[in-house]
């Protein structure tokens, strides 16, 4: 699970316009924040609170999960790619 300040994600701009409707945006979030000098902390016995819903309220497109993590590697792990 990916958690941040809400000061933080504003300072780093939010999500990136470029991805299309939801998934890839912890992936890229993490990327971002390790690649432009941020701190990611293993906090081992930590808690962390998220309401799982009984049923999706939107409909889920993998091949646009795909694409969104995609450019996040892309996007900073250019370097890294072969």
Known sequence: ???IWKDNWEQMGTYDI???EWGG???EM????WRCH???LVV???RMGHVFRA??????HVPEVMKNTKRAALV???EHLE
């Open 30 to 33: 993490s990327l971002r924040t």
């Open 55 to 60: 049923k999706n309220p939107y409909i889920v």
């Open 18 to 20: 470029n991805m299309t």
């Open 25 to 27: 945006e912890h992936i």
């Open 1 to 3: 699970i990916f958690g």
């Open 38 to 40: 941020g701190r990611i």
């Open 76 to 78: 900073w792990l250019d």
């Open 44 to 46: 081992p016995c930590s």
